[in-house]
């Protein structure tokens, strides 16, 4: 799932444009890109009539009333991360997003609440279509850096999560000049992992980096019919969250 869990994430090489027929949500890829960002503008077409209200990506399933926890070890001590799909929905650039709650505690303490904007298009592919994102200290919110809504001020959606991912794919997750600009690639479809919710075979393995911090990367793990089990830092640290719950109401 989209979230600041472990809140750097990297560059080591971007080739990304993802390209939207109008009328279709099909998508393309162009390899042709440098390390300093896209050679060619990411804009993708949206049609509102191309989205479904239900989320059920293979890998990225998320069903209102559904509480995802998340718990590991950082830098700064003990994360506790909850992540909450509600009922409530958002209108962005005239599609119905699913509001998903993500609040993160680090040794007790709230630290980040955000609410997140997803939905899936009919080809199955998760877009990503902004959040809302508080950073507190000491219980008052200090910082709303990081948020961002496609359609203003020039952010775009991007797709978190492909309907049918391939080992080398690689795409744009969001985008926001200087904000937020995350991207991802798939490396694998056949790692096991084990976490303290359980152990799985045959998941999805993908890389996340953002070129506004060079030089920093994490990896997750998704396994089918269940969503993100693992995050891991790679570049720096030896960060690691896993999930431990998920709860249904």
Not at 139 to 166: H, L, R
Not at 188 to 209: A, H, I, P
């Amino acid at each position: 799932m989209k979230r600041k869990m472990i809140r750097n994430i990297v560059v080591l090489f971007l080739g990304v444009v993802l390209v939207m027929v109008s009328g279709c949500t099909d998508t393309s890829y162009s390899e042709d890109a440098s390390e300093e960002g896209l050679e060619d503008p990411y804009n993708p077409v949206i049609d509102p009539a191309n989205f479904v209200e239900e989320i059920d990506n293979q890998y990225l399933p998320l069903k209102p009333g559904t509480t995802f926890v998340y718990e590991g070890e950082t830098e700064e001590g003990t994360e506790r991360n909850v992540v909450f799909v509600s009922p409530q929905k958002k209108v962005v650039m005239g599609v119905t997003t699913t509001v998903v709650e993500d609040r993160v505690w680090e040794n007790g303490e709230l630290v980040e609440e955000t609410y997140d904007w997803f939905v899936q298009d009919k080809d199955g592919n998760v877009w990503y279509f902004g959040e809302d994102s508080n950073d507190y200290e000491d219980g008052e919110i200090v910082s709303t850096a990081g948020s961002w809504e496609a359609g203003v001020d020039g952010a775009e959606p991007g797709i978190i999560m492909k309907a049918n991912p391939q080992v080398g794919d690689d795409y744009q997750q969001e985008y926001y000049e200087g904000e937020a600009e995350d991207m991802a690639e798939v490396l694998s479809l056949d790692e096991s992992v084990s976490v303290e919710y359980g152990s799985f075979d045959n998941c999805l393995q993908t890389k996340e980096w953002t070129p506004l911090e060079p030089g920093i990367e994490e990896h997750k793990y998704y396994a089918s019919g269940v969503g993100l089990l693992l995050e891991v830092a790679v570049t720096e640290g030896d960060e690691r969250l896993e999930l431990v719950e998920i709860r249904t109401e």
